[in-house]
């Protein structure tokens, strides 16, 4: 069977059953994700080393095919039957590749129906400042942070720039204009991307998951003057977040990019999808919004009081991940299991 037929009879199955990921491992029948659960295709044959290698050569570019060779693993979109796209992930395990697929929808959903809170789009009002997405991979944070730069680009008109790595989601101008920049394509880092809209008349800017080191405190520079930013962090929680962002930072520069952080942070929002009751998922989000006590906090480097702001700040919209959890058992959204296996205290959850 050509590379072509194998990879169209697995995704026509990861279609029908509206699979999210896709896992293609040496040894095994292909692997899909379904509500949050893993599904083995046991009518899918076993795959081997030479399908992987000869799927992975099929919808890689040479210069792509040959940075894997170097690197051992690479990230690029592929583009299937001009039916869907997908974020692929191809690396090597025992020695053999493996190929991960993560669907990326047709369409920009909007926030309200992906169910992010009320209090994290009323920052987009704002004309300056920083908004932390994080959560887990898988998590739907890049779902999000897409969202809330397509409302921007559909109510506001401004100029936005992104930096992705690699750009997932399209957009096409709306009310303002927005350039999407693939970094190791159109830039060559994210730090240099960044340091570009420093002098550039940019009002809103979108940046993608990071680990370069020297990134924050650019974002620090971009907001501080004057600049909206939405960034997508790796990180369970809001705290562990903000953490990572100041650890990221200089040891020279803490005491800076504390104060800096403290003063244009609006908001951080930490999500989870899991499984809803009867199908399908459901969204439930951690919410930190900036108030005198939070910015306090964050200043004085005593993030460990974040946890209780966020539970007794529910008049402002501030949310901890355990209540966000609790309340979706309460409406019959999700499954108390499925709750306490994500709560952050499971003692005090239960």
Known sequence: MSDILIINDILNAAAERKATDVHLVAGNSPVIRVDGRLI????????????????AESFLSKEKFDKLSQEKEVVTIYNWADRSRYRAKVFYQKGFLAISLRLIAAFIRAPKDLGVPS???????????????????????????????????????????????PIEYLFSNNQSVIEQRSVGTDVNTFVDGLKNMLDEDVDAVFVDCSHEAGVEEVIL???????????????????????????????????WGRGV?????????????????????????????????????????????????????????????????????????????DARNQAVDSHSFK
Do not use: W, Y
């Open 40 to 55: 083995t295709l046991v009518d899918q044959p076993v795959l081997t080393g030479e399908v992987l290698a000869g799927l």
């Open 221 to 255: 520079e971009l907001v501080e003057s004057g600049k909206l930013l939405i960034f997508i962090m790796d990180a369970d929680s809001v705290i562990s977040a903000l953490d990572r962002f100041i650890s990221n930072i200089t040891a020279s520069k803490k005491d």
């Open 261 to 337: 952080l403290a003063d244009t942070l609006l908001g951080a929002m930490a999500q989870r999808l899991l499984a809803r009751v009867g199908g399908g998922l459901t969204m439930a989000s951690e919410v930190l919004l900036n108030n005198p006590a939070v910015r306090s906090s964050i200043k004085d480097d005593k993030l460990n009081q974040l946890n209780s702001i966020m539970q007794t700040s529910r008049e402002e919209g501030m949310a901890s991940l355990d209540k966000a959890l609790l309340e979706l058992v309460r409406v019959g959204e999700i499954s108390i299991e």
């Open 119 to 165: 209090a994290i789009l009323q920052l987009l009002n704002r004309e300056k400042g920083l908004i932390i997405i994080t959560g887990p991979f898988g998590s739907g944070r890049t779902s999000t942070a897409v969202s809330l730069i397509e409302t921007l680009n559909q109510n506001k008109g401004i100029h936005i720039q992104t930096l992705e790595k």
